[in-house]
């Protein structure tokens, strides 16, 4: 009677017997499987998600990237572009500094060609100090309607007194006195040799003129300077 019993009591545990806890088993495995697809269908589509994301996030990154390098190859051109034209900028200036002292070199040139001749203290010292002590006396030729050979042949005849030479001075005006400075005269006067001397040394621009006959001084326009 009591094995009756138990094995009526294990046929109906909970109230179920033993066909009903199979198909519960079965329905439990059931609902794990589904819950298990559900999960591994929730996974595949969170990481699809995120290589979505991924791959989104990449091809940003990628879009920045290249525009970046377009960026700095266009940053590279204009630099380089910018160099050029600095350089170019740096020769064509220096261009035109050597032309505006080329351009100086010349206004100055051209002045000196224009100006007045004068005796500077130095030379007129050179000068007398030349024919300081001498004894001979030189015959000055000069133009008075040139102003300019007028002041210079004052600034010379000047010198020329002050070292004690005796002059003889004579104003041609027609003809006036050939251009330039000129001495005229024998080669082996003393006179002719010391006033070639005298102005040599005070660096003053003449021409010689032998010929027979005093010396002369003869003082006529500038030359022209072309």
């Known amino acids: 009677m009591d094995l009756q019993y138990t094995a009526r009591k294990a046929r109906r545990m909970l ?15 059931a609902a794990v499987a589904v819950a298990t697809v559900f999960v591994v269908a929730l996974a595949r589509k969170e990481a699809s998600e995120i290589k979505r994301e991924y791959d989104t ?28 034209r600095a350089a170019a900028l740096e020769k064509e200036a220096a261009k035109l500094a050597k032309e505006a002292e080329e351009a100086k070199l010349e206004t100055e040139r051209l002045k000196a060609q224009v100006a007045w001749r004068h005796l500077s203290p130095d030379q007129s010292k050179l000068i007398i100090g030349d024919l300081y002590g001498k004894t001979f ?33 004579h104003p041609l005006v027609a003809p006036p006195a050939p ?48």
């Open 179 to 226: 251009p330039g400075v000129i001495i005229i005269g024998t080669e082996n006067d003393p006179a002719y040799q010391a006033l070639k001397s005298a102005l040599e040394r005070a660096n003053v621009q003449f021409k010689l003129a032998p010929r027979n006959g005093p010396t002369r001084l003869s003082i006529g326009s500038k030359l022209a300077p072309f």
């Open 15 to 29: 109230g179920l017997n033993l066909h009903a806890w199979e198909i519960l088993l079965v329905f439990s495995l």
């Open 57 to 84: 996030y990449k091809l940003t990154v990628d879009a920045k990237v290249a525009e970046a390098r377009v960026e700095g190859i266009k940053a590279g051109e204009a630099a380089g572009n910018a160099l050029a």
């Open 137 to 169: 006396a030189i015959h000055f030729d000069y133009s008075p309607n040139d102003p300019e050979a007028m002041q210079f042949s004052e600034d010379l005849l000047k010198a020329i007194k002050e070292a004690g030479i005796v002059t003889y001075t």
